[in-house]
C-alpha cells in the first residue's frame, strides 16, 4: 500500500462549481498534511497545510483532516479556469523533521 | 527578494558524465531538500539536510551526493552511476523542525543526451 495515495483523475469540474480533491495516508502517526499546487512545467505551491481535525478555510480553499479515517481532502468553492492544475497532497509521516512524503498528484481541469 | 534559487532551469548531460545542480536559499531556512519528479509519480525524495554539515539519504539517494557546507547552499550532484537521471529536480527548504512546511524553488530540468 502507498503511503499517501490520490486519485489521479483527470478531474473535470465546471467552473463556478466545488471541485472536490482527495487523499488518503496509510501511518496513523502522520502529524501534519499539505496541499500543492503544480502547473504543467512549474514548481509547486503550498496552498494550505492542516495539523487538526475538522476543516480549515482560507479563502476558496477548504482543507478536511479526519485522522480516524486517515483521509484528507481539499475543496474549491467557485472553481475557476486558473484552477486547472495538478494537486499534490504531502503528508509529514516523520514528525521532528520536514521530510514530506508527496501523493502521485490529482489533475484538475475546470471547464469554463 | 527572498527565496530558493535553482540553476540551471535546463540542462543537458552525456551519458557517463556527473552534473551538478546549484541550489541556493536566502530565507535563513535551516533545512533542505532535494526531490525528483517522474510523470505520474508525484516527488521522491533524493537527500535532506536539516543542519550544516549534516545530510541524510532519502528514498532514492543512489547515484546522488550532496554537500552542506553552508547554511544557504546545498548542491546536488547527478553521477554516472544515476541510471535514469532524466527528470525534474526540485530544491526545497524550510524553516525549523517540527512539522514546519516546506517550500520549492523552481526546479532543474536534466535531461540525458
Known amino acids: 500500500q502507498k503511503e499517501v495515495e490520490q486519485n489521479s483523475g483527470p478531474l473535470s469540474v465546471p467552473e463556478g462549481a466545488i471541485a472536490s480533491l482527495n487523499c488518503t495516508y496509510s501511518d496513523r502517526g502522520s502529524q501534519s498534511f499539505f496541499w500543492y499546487r503544480q502547473y504543467s512545467g512549474k514548481s509547486p505551491e503550498l496552498i494550505m497545510f492542516i495539523y487538526s481535525n475538522g476543516d480549515k478555510e482560507d479563502g476558496r480553499f477548504t482543507a478536511q483532516l479526519n485522522k480516524a479515517s486517515q483521509y484528507v481532502s481539499l475543496l474549491i468553492r467557485d472553481s475557476q479556469p486558473s484552477d486547472s492544475a495538478t494537486y499534490l497532497c504531502a503528508v509529514n509521516i516523520d514528525f521532528g523533521n520536514e521530510k514530506l512524503t508527496f501523493g502521485t498528484g490529482t489533475r484538475l481541469t475546470i471547464i469554463p | 527578494d527572498g527565496g530558493i534559487t535553482q540553476s540551471p532551469k535546463y540542462l543537458f548531460r552525456k551519458e557517463g558524465q556527473n552534473v551538478t545542480l546549484s541550489c541556493e536559499q536566502n530565507l535563513n531556512h535551516d533545512a533542505m531538500y532535494w526531490y525528483r519528479q517522474d510523470p505520474g509519480q508525484g516527488l521522491r525524495l533524493i537527500y535532506y539536510?536539516?543542519?550544516?554539515?549534516?545530510?541524510q539519504k532519502g528514498d532514492i539517494a543512489e547515484g546522488y551526493s550532496v554537500s552542506r557546507e553552508k547554511k544557504e547552499s546545498f548542491p546536488l550532484t547527478v553521477t554516472s552511476a544515476q541510471k535514469n537521471p532524466t527528470a525534474f529536480y526540485l530544491c526545497?527548504?524550510?524553516?525549523?523542525?517540527?512539522?514546519?512546511?516546506?517550500?520549492f524553488g523552481e526546479g532543474s530540468w536534466l535531461t540525458v543526451v
Open positions: 526545497a527548504s524550510s524553516p525549523a523542525r517540527g512539522g514546519n512546511t516546506i517550500y
Open positions: 539536510s536539516q543542519i550544516v554539515n549534516d545530510f
